[in-house]
């Protein structure tokens, strides 16, 4: 029987959450160019939710409480502590899979042929990388450089060794 994947939306107070879960490999939805202007309103964040089996994560209590809410409390506001109750919770370890999905739109990456973004990346890049991703949706190129290591190792602590 083959398991069914998390889904995520972050509420507008979990930003950096929800980039976290990215990371990891897990679909999360997070809105925040809606929540500091026009505020997505609970219902139709419950409604989207409903609608794509999400789980809603939030530190909005009244939210929580909701019945009709497919919710998750996070007491923390530290963003460590919620991801180590959400990899504890939600197991996770066993089904991540780092660095696969686009941190800032929740786009899953595609592997790229270097010759197709070299136009778009700086020459000292050219010259010492050769693996690139690339983002469909948002149209960034991503490649295997310190920050991509010092994120997958961050993920890594995260999980407890468990990266895939």
Request: charged share 25%; net charge neutral; with cysteine.
């Amino acid at each position: 029987m083959a398991v069914k994947a998390l889904r995520f939306v972050a509420d507008c107070h979990l930003g950096r959450t929800a980039k976290y879960l990215r990371l990891l490999g897990y679909d999360t939805l997070y809105f925040n160019h809606i929540a500091y202007f026009n505020h997505i309103a609970d219902d139709d964040l419950i409604a989207l939710a409903q609608a794509e089996g999400r789980i809603i994560l939030t530190r909005d209590r009244e939210l929580s409480q909701r019945r009709d809410a497919p919710c998750y409390f996070l007491e923390s506001v530290d963003t460590v502590a919620q991801m180590e109750e959400l990899i504890g919770r939600f197991a996770l370890a066993a089904n991540a899979a780092v660095l696969t999905r686009c941190l800032v739109c929740n786009t899953p990456l595609q592997p790229i042929d270097k010759a197709q973004v070299r136009d778009r990346i700086p020459p000292k890049i050219d010259r010492f990388f050769d693996a690139f991703d690339y983002c469909p949706s948002c149209d960034r190129v991503y490649w295997h450089g310190d920050h991509y290591k010092r994120m997958k190792h961050f993920a890594e602590l995260l999980l407890g060794n468990g990266a895939k």
